[in-house]
């Protein structure tokens, strides 16, 4: 399985940006895929979801802002972020449903995309 998120930066407070998360060794269309971010300090938090069937959902700090959607033929993930805050730096990283409980997903986590938001 690799995982390679992009699209990070360095973005003002109320900026957007566009994050991608290209899939393999997975059966990623059948996969529900995850992002999740984690600030210095904090723990992860799962922050949107979107199962095969495209359902979403998100975590409440984002919701109204954050726009998850996927293209399969691409198997690829995204994550559309609006009205960036502050406390939305963190490092942003997917990851499939299928891997995450397994001891895989930890050698996983670090292929994120670092994104920061200055006030």
């Known amino acids: 399985v690799q995982l390679q998120a992009s699209g990070g930066g360095l973005v003002q407070a109320g900026g957007s940006l566009r994050l991608s998360c290209t899939v393999s060794?997975?059966?990623?269309?059948?996969?529900?895929m995850h992002w999740f971010r984690q600030a210095p300090g904090k723990q992860r938090e799962r922050v949107a979801s979107i199962g095969s069937g495209g359902n979403t959902n998100y975590a409440d700090s984002v919701k109204g802002r954050f726009t998850i959607s996927r293209d399969n033929a691409k198997r690829t993930l995204y994550l559309r972020m609006n009205s960036l805050k502050p406390e939305d730096t963190a490092v942003y990283s997917c990851?499939?449903?299928?891997?995450?409980?397994?001891?895989?997903?930890?050698?996983?986590w670090g292929q994120g995309t670092q994104v920061t938001v200055s006030s």
């Open positions: 990851m499939p449903q299928s891997i995450l409980l397994t001891g895989k997903a930890l050698e996983l």
């Open positions: 060794g997975i059966r990623f269309s059948l996969d529900t």
